[in-house]
Structure formats: C-alpha cells, structure tokens
C-alpha cells in the first residue's frame, strides 16, 4: 500500500530520474548533457535546469561544455529554443547562487549566535 506524501508530485518525480539513471549506461556527463539538450528542446522553465544543477556539478559538467551543447543544437531546435535555454539557465544560476548566499548567511547568522 502506499504511503501518503507530503510532497508527491516531487516524489514521482524523484523516482522517475532514480529509474530513468537506473535504467540507463551512460556515463554522468553524457547523462547530463543529453538531458540539458532535451530540456531545450522542449523550452523548459528555469526550474528544470535547476534540478539539473546539482548532478551537473557532481559530473564535473562545465560552462565551456553547456555553451558547446547550445552551439551543437542550435541548427536543430532553432535560435530562438538556444536564446530561451540561455535566458531560462541564468535565471537558474541567478536563483542557485541567491539561495547559496542566504544559506551561508544564515550559517553566519547561526554562528555568531552561538558564539555570543
């Protein structure tokens, strides 16, 4: 029987990228870049390059290699899916690193605290 989540939609969603990683032989930077390009072609909001994030650290997937993926599918989903990829992932990056900055402040905050 299934349990009751607070959170279900993220859940299946969760369960959905285990099976999908589980089911799947490439290697993570690979992984990654097919599903970045696969976000762009379908003009994915900037939330799922957000989830993309964290993976695409852990592969060492750099910024050369995202512009080098853009570049590569360009001809194929067009200038204006590239354009609104580009726009959608600094809107990520943009809310990664304020998130990032209000975590280490809070930590800061914390620590003085205690220190007091």
């Known amino acids: ?11 299946t ?46 592969a060492d997937f750099t910024v050369e290699e995202l512009q080098d993926v853009l570049v590569a599918i360009a001809p194929v989903v067009g200038t204006a899916r590239v354009m609104s990829a580009a726009g959608h992932i600094s809107q990520a990056f943009g809310v990664a690193i304020a998130m990032a900055e209000a975590e280490a402040e809070a930590i800061a905050n914390a620590e003085s605290r205690g220190a007091s």
Request: one cysteine or more; aromatic letters at 2%; charged letters at 20%.
């Open 1 to 11: 029987m299934a349990t009751r989540s607070d959170a279900p939609v993220l859940d």
């Open 13 to 58: 969603l969760a369960a959905m990228t285990i099976d999908s990683i589980e089911h799947c032989n490439m290697d993570e930077k690979t992984l990654i870049t097919t599903r970045i390009a696969a976000l762009v072609a379908m003009d994915a909001p900037a939330i799922s390059y957000m989830a993309h994030m964290s993976p695409a650290v852990k």
